[in-house]
């Protein structure tokens, strides 16, 4: 499978954030602020390329696709990953979690700092059961900031599909979260939070049917 130039030498270099601010914030739990720096990242990002720090920068993500993966089942991941509803729910339940953290560590830098590590570690136990039974990055269907980031950056450097899709399925074979971009032809782009602009679809498409809008995306 090809890969767009470089993206796989900018995950292997972030994948040890994840053992990292794991393991090393319950010993110094200053190390959440890395996650927060990184929130803080995705967030301004998204709104000019929608997840395109799922595909490229998340350690997490990273993490399950270049470590994870060589011990996955690799299998097709349930339908329910991608039901909104569902993910929604997941969003609610850990930004409640989150908050909560937030609330109750009444300004401490420290216990601050530990609400993050602790959302990371609940993540990424998440990330790696799912991981193993089915696809490696089955979590970051559902992640609530990757659903965030589709939202903020709706229109964002959307897929688009071309006319010259012959909808061969290739498109789902390489994409991380197994997202189709041949099933929407006949809209001519994929939704903003199904899309990590990985560009794994892009470089394999057989026809070049596929590419990312430069601007916004009116349709």
Same mark, same amino acid.
């Given at each position: 499978? &090809?890969?767009?130039?470089?993206?796989?030498?900018?995950?292997?270099?972030?994948?040890?954030?994840?053992?990292? /601010? /794991?393991?090393?914030? $319950?010993?110094?739990? $200053?190390?959440?602020?890395?996650?927060?720096?990184?929130?803080?990242?995705?967030?301004?990002?998204?709104?000019?390329?929608?997840?395109? $720090?799922?595909?490229?920068?998340?350690?997490?993500?990273?993490?399950?696709?270049?470590?994870?993966?060589?011990?996955?089942?690799?299998? &097709?991941?349930?339908?329910?990953?991608?039901?909104?509803?569902?993910?929604?729910?997941?969003?609610?339940?850990?930004?409640?979690?989150?908050?909560?953290?937030?609330?109750?560590?009444?300004?401490?830098?420290?216990?601050?700092?530990?609400?993050?590590?602790?959302?990371?570690?609940?993540?990424?136990?998440?990330?790696?059961?799912?991981?193993?039974?089915?696809?490696?990055?089955?979590?970051?269907?559902?992640?609530?900031?990757?659903?965030?980031?589709?939202?903020?950056?709706?229109?964002?450097?959307?897929?688009?599909?071309?006319?010259?899709?012959?909808?061969?399925?290739?498109?789902?074979?390489?994409?991380?979260?197994?997202?189709?971009?041949?099933?929407?032809?006949?809209?001519?782009? /994929?939704?903003?939070?199904?899309?990590?602009?990985?560009?794994?679809?892009? /470089?394999?498409?057989?026809?070049?049917?596929?590419?990312?809008?430069?601007?916004?995306?009116?349709?």
């Amino acid at each position: 499978m &090809k890969e767009k130039k470089n993206r796989k030498y900018w995950q292997i270099g972030l994948a040890p954030l994840v053992p990292l /601010v /794991v393991i090393g914030g $319950y010993f110094w739990p $200053y190390l959440g602020y890395i996650a927060i720096a990184m929130l803080l990242f995705m967030l301004i990002l998204s709104l000019f390329r929608g997840r395109y $720090y799922c595909g490229w920068f998340c350690a997490m993500g990273s993490f399950h696709e270049r470590l994870l993966a060589l011990f996955s089942r690799k299998k &097709k991941m349930l339908p329910v990953f991608k039901a909104p509803w569902f993910r929604w729910l997941i969003f609610v339940l850990m930004m409640g979690l989150l908050l909560s953290r937030l609330i109750l560590a009444d300004g401490d830098p420290k216990k601050i700092g530990a609400a993050f590590v602790m959302m990371w570690t609940i993540s990424t136990g998440m990330g790696i059961w799912l991981g193993l039974l089915w696809k490696p990055r089955s979590w970051c269907s559902i992640c609530p900031m990757g659903l965030f980031q589709g939202f903020l950056g709706l229109r964002a450097y959307r897929l688009q599909v071309g006319d010259g899709c012959r909808e061969c399925g290739l498109c789902e074979k390489v994409c991380p979260i197994e997202t189709n971009p041949g099933s929407m032809r006949s809209i001519g782009n /994929v939704r903003s939070a199904d899309c990590m602009r990985c560009g794994n679809c892009v /470089v394999n498409c057989p026809t070049k049917a596929l590419s990312f809008a430069k601007g916004a995306d009116s349709r």
